[in-house]
T-cell receptor
């Protein structure tokens, strides 16, 4: 089965600054999807951004962007102009296009300092 | 409103009893998932189902069972064989294959406490 690794258990950023969360994955598949989810204290999972593996262009959603390096199997999330509301757990996820198996990393807890 | 409903939000059971967690979706999604989340940890896959009457084990299926008799429903039973069942359980669904949105949509979770 595919594995997803988030090597940063905790990260901290000053309000209005930029922070990058790291994610690597292991797969032998060529077609798949990658996601970043946010989990605030309410524990509701919220999609932040998605990336299709067949697209070379990095996905962007307002202040959130990714750096997708397919050969390196790396998928980092950059949060620009960090806001207090960005404080949450962030999970990287991989979904197979072949069997819909979906795996998550261990998460990174992001703290935003005022 | 379309979405995924998990019930109940909080569940208490005595040790040794089986308990079933409900998950219903009206998004017309084919794929459904169950994850377990322990404090400060990530989501671990228990089971997933691609279509009705079909499901696959995830990483931590031991002590759990599922059924998929209807497209809308994917209940999870936590059996007495599960050594440490106290956890937060999340159900999700998604559209498989190409087209549409590939991400999973989540319910609000069930917090199970076994005493």
């Amino acid at each position: 089965a595919q594995t997803v690794t988030q090597s940063q258990p905790e990260m901290s950023v000053q309000e209005a600054e930029t922070v990058t969360l790291s994610c690597t994955y292991d797969t032998s598949e060529s077609d798949y999807y990658l996601f970043w989810y946010k989990q605030p204290p309410s524990r509701q999972m919220i999609l932040v951004i998605r990336q299709e593996a067949y697209k070379q262009q990095n996905a962007t959603e307002n202040r959130f962007s990714v750096n997708f390096q397919k050969a390196a199997k790396s998928f980092s999330l950059k949060i620009s102009d960090s806001q207090l509301g960005d404080a949450a757990m962030y999970f990287c996820a991989y979904r197979s296009s072949y069997n819909n198996d979906m795996r998550f990393g261990a998460g990174t807890r992001l703290t935003v300092k005022p | 409103d379309g979405g995924i409903t998990q019930s109940p939000k909080y569940l208490f059971r005595k040790e040794g009893q089986n308990v079933t967690l409900s998950c219903e979706q009206n998004l017309n999604h084919d794929a459904m998932y169950w994850y377990r989340q322990d404090p400060g940890q990530g989501l671990r896959l228990i089971y997933y189902s691609q279509i009705v009457n079909d499901f696959q084990k995830g990483d931590i299926a031991e002590g759990y069972s599922v059924s998929r008799e209807k497209k809308e429903s994917f209940p999870l039973t936590v059996t007495s064989a599960q050594k440490n069942p106290t956890a937060f359980y999340l159900c999700a669904s998604s559209i498989p294959g190409q087209g549409g949105y590939p991400e999973a949509f989540f319910g609000q979770g069930t917090r199970l406490t076994v005493v």
